[in-house]
């Protein structure tokens, strides 16, 4: 049975172009001799449309456009997510088959955590369903339908069902597509099925999806991939007498199936021989996976790309201090629009150092963007007579620092304002954890792209970008440099911050884990310091909730992915 | 039976402090003969306590007070709300009698729309509860659980309770409170029991909860009143012989009781004679409810002292442009925290106009509050040289006004900064709407007073603040003025925003009840402005994103209430 794999950058909100993307990938996949092709979940809207969800035209818009495409399924059945209005709202997959629309199917588990909230918009569909195509009986989940062992997936496949597809909006975070794959060939084996994971790809402001579709045969075994981070339909051919054979011999099962059959919903029968009788081998390609630091960095770079794209910008802005952070997402900006779209700006105050400002020099030039040099000490200047009087008699102390970072932002601001252009905020998620960043000054703009990249990872992913050319863009002295704010003489991180390979193990625990005090100092963390990171994540919430969006990679990002309250007693 | 209902303001997180809130109004009632207690749902933590949720040792924290406060439940049975940890974590009641947690009652109904995400961390609870004290049948809810007609209500007064207790964090919009009075009549008549409601009290970031616990005998009628936005002990006598009586005259209900009772589990009997004997009469004191706008403005008082308070700020700070929206943050925030712990700034620019720096002085001199004078020319003019060279051959435009607009941003942070003051925006709900202000600029601080309340209100709440004395502290020409921002000379809101009539009636439509743009033009808008500002309304998301938490008092409130996509290509 030959099935395409229809891995999407579907935009949230624009159903006519996703209507457009999903007919183009629906011709190729017929012109392909697919007898089944999949689209991944809300295809139709992109996924998460959130509260336009609320909108009764919305739903209907959704609909409309489902009709339509469902004229062009004629000799190829089609499954493409999309929600559906009916006695209430569904997170649903279309069948559309002989130009029309066939069935659906609707989401069983719905998740609510995370950064999901689908519980706030969808009903529960009733249980699992079963269509045949040419004689060969598929299964239908989307998405967390198949996170679940037991039904609707069990049900399915003792209901005959010998590949169950999924499609899915799945968000990443680093090694979460070697750890979906790993689900999917368990889910395999214990079903006796092929697993046909047709996976979103594309940015929507904090989530990414990774693509990553994927075909596991009934043994667990990978027989196609498609690319991670970028759009692809992947053809395959599976073949389904060989997991019915496989039941003949592995009746485990068995007990359980005639109760599991009753839950299950028979959408009909369908035939789509455009590909029957084509496929002699089984499979289809197989990309390879990105190792590790690798994948983040790829992962950056179409997150920063789709939200630029997706939201209609020319052009974006970074300021580069000649740190490690802002070349990083230098790096990155390049990386997804090509330099010739990239604007840096250095903004030396009389505290930067030489060595800085040229390595921000040298950055640009390497990476061949446009430089913009401003000084700040003229309005560094103004601010202290204007504040002369309502401060006199105190010490300067952060409140300076605080406005030279202000001055950098407002000037970025108005380069955004006159020019249209993006600004890029470079806080990594370290300093955003402790609040070792400036509300307004270095993180004021449009989007961030590394504020969920631990410090220590910052470091790598530079490392990773380098070696990829033969000539590193990245002077060797940003790298090796001592982090620093250089927003009074001297100053170093580590004057004020733990280590970094402190700060990050202490960040991770109580951020990602929800580790106590008592927990992290089991783990060998110094006392003193898990205290003082506690208390400054704490703190640094109200900072935090003004923070611009920017892209989830690590397990849980501070954002929609972890809730707490400004207002909070609790510590630890 | 007499019942005392503590309408409590609990701190989220302060654990430590909300169990000595809980033990000083336990001995009250104690002390006043009150057979039953009640505290709100989640009184142990605080509502809502979001992620706080996912620490095991915060919920361990929890039970550990719970249990505390048992040892001083004798002689009459408590019930409080606290986050249950067992199998899975329940939103319930402990039920506090002879020095000891007697049992628990699980919610049943769990929102997950709106501003509540309840799914996100509870399982629901099985069914109703109910228990007796000294002869008489009491049902447990909690908040949602009755604004549900049917289970677990309806079941616990077939199974012969007559008193419904429900323990509630309910959050306000304007209104709510009325609505909530009229829901709580009809479920007292429906099901002829009385209906006791004690709400939680307080500001929580964006949610205000208004207290307004109230007693409904089972005819509907309100025998009992707590005030509205103000901590109390409202202690009420409830005849339950009389619902009983009534039902054995209407026995509609007699066909459904006995299935309903198999759903309702009893969590015991128990002696609490404190109180009895001593009722001869029924009710208690009955709190007048304030009139529309007085209620918000009362709502909004509390919710700035409360923010104020909860996050250990000395003192605010507020720009005083002379316009009417900064008027009225200066006027609840003097009400909120006495006008000694207030600081305006008044910031002229060349385009001020005498008229509205005057009225800015005449104001904070009627409040008493301390102003401060800083002229921005200087700061422009830096900028402005600063920028020539990117900016050659560009005219001025909006980018000078947002500079004029971050510069007072940024002098504002600095007096926080250097002072530790907590800076008080002034945007209303109707240009935050369409986003007419600037990022970083007058959205820059830490509370948003007025960012839920529409302009016309605007209007309306300074008029009810003014009226409340013989002399208003609000000169009578910043009621008159045209609105302006004053970036430009002569500058005038409705050159680029529709009348702010029309304006409210759209952003009402659009934001508040998901109307599409012909839905809107139907009732009568002018379908130019109204494409017009739904546009702008999208457009604005990014900037709403990044503003700070201010007090919902509208049935949607921009944050958590209307969650939408930035990247958003749907127009409609």
Redesign the interface.
Same mark, same amino acid.
Not at 11 to 15: E, Q
Not at 54 to 58: D, G, N, R, T, W
Not at 562 to 572: A, D, E, Q, S
């Given at each position: 049975m030959r099935i395409a794999l229809a891995q999407l950058n579907a935009?949230?909100?624009?159903?006519a172009?996703n209507e457009q993307r999903i007919r183009k990938q629906l011709a190729e996949a017929r012109r392909r001799a697919a007898q089944l092709v999949l689209f991944p979940e809300l295809a139709v809207t992109g996924y998460?449309?959130?509260?336009?969800l609320?909108?009764?035209?919305?739903l209907a818009?959704a609909r409309a456009a489902v009709e339509r495409i469902a004229a062009d399924a004629v000799g190829i059945v089609a499954v493409i997510g999309f929600p559906e209005r009916a006695e209430d709202v569904f997170n649903a997959a279309a069948v559309l088959a002989d130009g029309a629309v066939a069935a659906t199917y609707r989401k069983v588990h719905l998740p609510?955590?995370g950064v999901f909230?689908e519980?706030?918009y969808f009903q529960s569909g009733p249980g699992g369903a079963v269509l045949e195509i040419d004689g060969t009986t598929v299964g239908l989940t989307i998405c967390e339908d198949v996170w679940q062992p037991g039904p609707p997936l069990s049900d399915e496949a003792l209901a005959g069902a010998t590949v169950i597809a999924n499609i899915s909006a799945s968000p990443y975070h680093a090694g979460k597509g070697v750890e979906r794959e790993r689900m999917l060939a368990q889910r395999a084996r214990d079903n006796l099925a092929a697993m046909v994971f047709c996976g979103l790809v594309g940015?929507?402001?904090e989530l990414l999806f990774d693509g990553h579709s994927v075909v596991v045969d009934h043994e667990g075994v990978v027989i196609a991939r498609a690319p991670q981070f970028a759009e692809a339909l992947l053809v395959v051919d599976v073949d389904p007498l060989a997991a019915g054979a496989a039941r003949l011999r592995d009746t485990r099962q068995r007990p359980a199936a005639r109760d599991a059959r009753a839950g299950v919903t028979h959408l009909g029968s369908f035939a789509a021989r455009a590909g029957a009788g084509t496929a002699t081998d089984v499979g289809g390609p197989v990309a390879p996976l990105l190792d590790p630091d690798a994948e983040v960095y790829a992962g950056l770079v179409l997150g920063t790309r789709?939200?630029v794209e997706?939201?209609g910008f020319e052009r974006v802005v970074v300021g580069l201090s000649g740190g490690i952070d802002s070349t990083l997402v230098a790096l990155v900006a390049a990386d997804a629009l090509g330099a010739g779209r990239l604007t840096c700006v250095t903004m030396p105050s009389p505290y930067s150092s030489p060595g800085t400002l040229g390595d921000a020099r040298a950055l640009a030039a390497n990476l061949g963007a446009e430089l913009?040099e401003?000084?700040?000490e003229?309005?560094m200047?103004?601010?202290d007579?204007?504040?002369a009087e309502?401060?006199a008699g105190?010490e300067p102390?952060?409140?300076e620092e605080?406005?030279q970072a202000?001055?950098r932002? /407002?000037?970025l601001?108005?380069?955004s304002?006159?020019f249209g252009w993006l600004v890029l905020t470079t806080g990594n998620k370290s300093e955003l954890g402790v609040g070792y960043s400036t509300?307004?000054g270095d993180s004021?703009g449009?989007f961030a792209v590394i504020k969920d990249v631990p410090k220590q990872m910052v470091y790598r992913l530079v490392a990773v970008r380098s070696a990829r050319d033969d000539h590193s863009p990245v002077p060797a002295s940003i790298v090796e440099r001592a982090p620093s704010a250089e927003l009074r003489p001297d100053q170093r991180d580590d004057d004020s911050l733990p280590a970094y390979a402190v700060l990050d193990a202490i960040l991770e625990g109580y951020v990602e884990h929800?580790l106590?005090r008592?927990?992290l100092v089991a783990r060998g963390l110094p006392a003193e310091d898990v205290e003082r990171v506690i208390r400054l994540v704490d703190l640094a919430e109200?900072k935090r909730?003004? /923070?611009?969006?920017g892209i989830k990679i690590t397990q849980r990002a501070f954002g929609r992915d972890?809730?707490?309250?400004?207002?909070?007693?609790?510590?630890?």
């Open positions: 935009v949230v909100g624009d159903i172009g998460p449309p959130e509260d336009l609320l909108k009764e035209h919305f818009d609510n955590y909230d519980v706030r940015g929507q402001d789709d939200y997706k939201n913009l401003i000084a700040i003229p309005m200047r103004a601010y007579t204007a504040l309502p401060f105190r102390d952060l409140t605080n406005l202000r001055i932002g /407002n000037l601001m108005a380069l304002n006159k509300l307004y004021a449009g929800d106590g008592d927990q109200y909730r003004q /923070n611009p969006p972890r809730r707490v309250p400004i207002t909070n007693r609790y510590r630890g």
